[in-house]
């Protein structure tokens, strides 16, 4: 779920982005995903490996609330994603992928999508549990059938055909709650704010336990402007998953717009660091909030080096470099 926008502000004679940077325009490679379990259901907090053709591990992420994962700024070459479901019930799965980013003698962006779809473990033996809380409900069949065809119509790229399915789950079964919070990730991958807010907010209502819909419904939420609902809820996702950047980045920046400066930059720190300080967008909002918030100019001198260690070939490089001189000049 990506939620920046790109605006302009200027700072003294300096431009600045606000919102949007890590998500800027340029050409990049990546590949990208999302990790499914039982019932097709988007598995949050488990950990995704990019290999080189020698297996040594590259990177290495967690999925987001919704089951995404993300490998950016990657060049020509094989690689294998593997999912590595430690401490639950999934085997491990790979998939092999080749980036190709010269085409015609042309450079070019290759995104590349792998999608997986784990199975349970066969050995009797095995560790169960995946992660979070397991929420187990009785559906009618045809609910559960038409969820199904639902899912499918998704991975085929039938969005219309999908929705349509999970619409009409939950006329026959209201409270179903994998089709809830399913048609709000899907309701958000189309920028419907309002709807996609309603439906995770009964999929809460339905499972209290699910980080998940807690993460989402602060999405909505921030999106159309309820600031302080957007906080509450991310809160809660927070509380039932507190080693996840992506909520701890997005409970920070709808801190910030509250102007609970203090405890955004809790939230951003603790998301930076999750991340092992490669989230460009934590360290891009803590420059924010360091530099018109807090005024503390070091520190956002030292939140944008570190957001160039991340993003080395951001096109606005040179001009964020003129910038951090300017708050250590400001700072001394």
């Not at 590259?58 to 700024?73: A, C, D, Q």
């Not at 085929?156 to 026959?172: N, W, Y």
């Not at 520190?299 to 951090?324: M, N, Y």
């Amino acid at each position: 779920m990506k939620l920046f926008t790109r605006k302009l502000f200027t700072f003294g004679a300096v431009a600045l982005f606000l919102f949007g940077l890590a998500a800027s325009g340029y050409a990049q490679s990546r590949i990208s995903g999302q990790v499914f379990g039982e019932s097709r259901r988007p598995l949050a907090e488990v950990y995704v490996e990019l290999l080189n053709e020698v297996e040594s591990v590259l990177m290495r992420t967690k999925t987001n609330g919704v089951g995404n994962y993300n490998f950016e700024n990657l060049s020509s070459g094989r690689f294998s994603v593997r999912v590595r479901a430690f401490g639950t019930n999934y085997e491990e799965q790979t998939q092999d992928v080749e980036i190709v980013t010269f085409v015609g003698g042309r450079q070019v962006a290759d995104n590349i999508r792998r999608d997986f779809y784990m199975r349970a473990r066969k050995s009797p033996d095995s560790q169960v549990g995946a992660p979070g809380v397991i929420f187990v409900q009785d559906v009618p069949p045809d609910a559960k059938q038409a969820y199904d065809r639902g899912v499918s119509h998704f991975d085929g790229g039938r969005v219309d055909l999908g929705v349509g399915e999970l619409k009409a789950a939950l006329a026959i079964f209201p409270t179903y709650f994998l089709a809830l919070d399913r048609l709000g990730v899907e309701l958000i991958k189309q920028q419907q704010w309002k709807e996609g807010g309603e439906h995770f907010a009964r999929a809460v209502a339905v499972n209290d336990k699910s980080a998940n819909s807690w993460y989402g419904l602060a999405f909505c939420l921030y999106a159309i402007g309820s600031g302080d609902k957007s906080v509450e809820a991310a809160k809660k996702a927070s509380g039932l998953s507190p080693d996840s950047p992506d909520i701890q980045l997005l409970l920070g920046i709808a801190l910030r717009r509250e102007r609970q400066f203090n405890e955004a930059e809790k939230a951003l720190l603790k998301a930076k660091n999750l991340s092992g300080g490669k989230s460009s967008e934590a360290l891009w909002h803590l420059a924010l909030l360091y530099a018109h918030d807090l005024k503390k100019f070091s520190l956002a001198a030292d939140a944008l080096g570190d957001f160039l260690k991340v993003e080395p070939s951001h096109p606005q490089a040179t001009l964020l470099k003129k910038l951090i001189q300017q708050f250590r000049e400001k700072r001394a």
